[in-house]
Nanobody, 126 residues
């Protein structure tokens, strides 16, 4: 069982930056691919970014490419999402997700992840 706890959300102005953190309570964190998804009111949960188990491969949604950076620290069981140049359209609840994945990078589809955090709210005002 993997427990994921996100933090770092908040209310910011457009063009600001924010860092989200996700801490995993699992002994073998470096055997899990990790990802961030987000869900805006009235919309489906969508992929934001993913990172392979050792951090060698990263993947981004087109809407955040060049603005968001995903990284991980396996010694601290932590995955980060650095968000720059935030836009009002980035307003959503952001979820951390995990899946056991020893090879093949990291999935980008929601259904491939089986562990989820509770989410952290990010609100970007114009």
């Amino acid at each position: 069982q993997v427990q994921l706890v996100e933090s770092g959300g908040g209310l910011v102005q457009a063009e600001s930056s924010l860092r989200l953190s996700c801490v995993a309570s699992v002994r073998t964190f470096n055997n899990y691919a990790m990802a961030w998804f987000r869900q805006a009111p009235g919309k489906e949960r969508e992929f934001v970014a993913a990172i392979s188990r050792l951090g060698t491969s990263t993947y981004y949604a087109d809407s955040v490419k060049g603005r968001f950076t995903i990284s991980r620290n396996n010694a601290k069981n932590t995955v980060l999402l650095d968000m720059n140049n935030l836009k009002p359209d980035d307003t959503a609840v952001y979820y951390c997700a995990a899946v056991w994945r020893l090879s093949g990078g990291a999935p980008t589809k929601r259904d491939e992840y089986n562990y989820w955090g509770q989410g952290t709210q990010v609100t970007v005002s114009s």
